[in-house]
């Protein structure tokens, strides 16, 4: 990765930031404990004010400026977001140079677009369509008929199988799998019978897939993801699911199968959502969170613990949860009882 020399001012203007302090040039971004003199840091979570009180960085992103600290500051009302901006200026992505290569096997019924860059050992099966500018790392396998939009990456060992659609500059980390089949059987005296899995996989544009996340294909119809959507590693999307837009998943999430979450919903890692439910737009679940029944932003906006219960209740169980014993035992002697063994 690569860096450049820039003023503050004009960093500034580059991430939607005002410049408060002394204009100096700039060479990089790093950490608030790491930053050194000629770098860029953050701030986006109070607690780490400290650091930037003693921090050597010559500026600090920041929403507003942290009394104590020595540097200049660039303030915006979105911290996170220019600190996105500021490190792509330091280090632009690098994307693979075009060429198809002699060691890739990409059958001559496929279609393939401009500038697109495909890697050794990559599989690009008939009837598949390369958008222009679409960049395969080695060991991809595109299945007979997939589409990809173009300007998508795929990583190393990423697997499409057949018939599903990958829109525009969607992200596809090492080892995910789409398409896969769905977890469908049919219970009979002689055992479970495979039902047939013919639906498809769609994911929408400026999707991003963590690595080894799997989306299975629908039984019938179309397992659905959602523009703007961001699934982070190690997640399973079961089969006609359907995620809507700019939504966000933690690692770990298991979504059973035909379960429908809306549009703007963050999901917490490890969190489990049963099938055939309904997660509202704008909700949010806390990690962990197990999602037994549909829920509503409109009632609660964010919901915690399982089964899913409004935060706030589940806040207050979670801290009585431990003087649970010593409520019991003395509950027990007010009622002329006393405490088994066991209940001690």
Request: glycine share 14%; proline share 7%; with cysteine.
């Amino acid at each position: 990765m690569g860096s450049s020399r820039v003023l503050l001012s004009e960093l500034a203007g580059k991430i939607g930031a005002a410049l408060s302090g002394p204009d100096s040039e700039v060479t990089g971004i790093a950490t608030v404990e790491e930053a050194g003199p000629g770098q860029v840091t953050f701030l986006s979570n109070p607690k780490y004010a400290r650091h930037a009180r003693e921090t050597r960085a010559s500026a600090i992103i920041a929403k507003e400026p942290v009394p104590g600290a020595s540097c200049a500051f660039l303030l915006t009302p979105n911290p996170y977001y220019s600190f996105a901006c500021a490190v792509e200026q330091f280090h632009p992505p690098v994307r693979p140079t075009g060429g198809v290569s002699p060691l890739a096997s990409v059958h001559a019924g496929a279609s393939l677009g401009n500038g697109v860059s495909i890697a050794p050992f990559v599989v690009v099966e008939e009837g598949a369509v390369l958008g222009d500018r679409v960049a395969l790392y080695p060991g991809v396998y595109v299945g007979k008929g997939t589409v990809i939009g173009e300007d998508s990456l795929l990583y190393p060992r990423v697997t499409l199988y057949e018939g599903v659609r990958i829109g525009k500059r969607a992200i596809l980390h090492a080892g995910c799998v789409v398409g896969s089949d769905g977890c469908g059987f049919a219970p009979s005296p002689q055992g479970f019978r495979k039902i047939p899995q013919v639906g498809t996989v769609e994911i929408g544009d400026d999707v991003e897939i963590g690595a080894n996340t799997t989306i299975d294909r629908a039984a019938l119809g179309i397992t659905r993801i959602g523009r703007g959507t961001k699934l982070d590693n190690l997640i399973q999307v079961g089969h006609n699911v359907a995620i809507g837009s700019d939504t966000v998943i933690a690692a770990l999430v298991g979504i059973a199968g035909s379960c429908r979450i809306g549009n703007r919903v963050m999901i917490g890692g490890q969190a489990g959502l049963a099938g055939h439910l309904e997660v509202g737009d704008g909700v949010i679940l806390g990690a962990r969170t197990g999602v037994a029944e549909s829920l509503s932003a409109a009632e609660v906006p964010v919901w915690s613990g399982v089964p899913a219960m409004p935060h706030k209740t589940w806040l207050r169980m979670v801290t009585l949860l431990p003087k649970l014993p010593e409520l019991f035992r003395r509950v027990k002697r007010l009622e002329g009882g006393k405490p088994t063994e066991e209940e001690e």
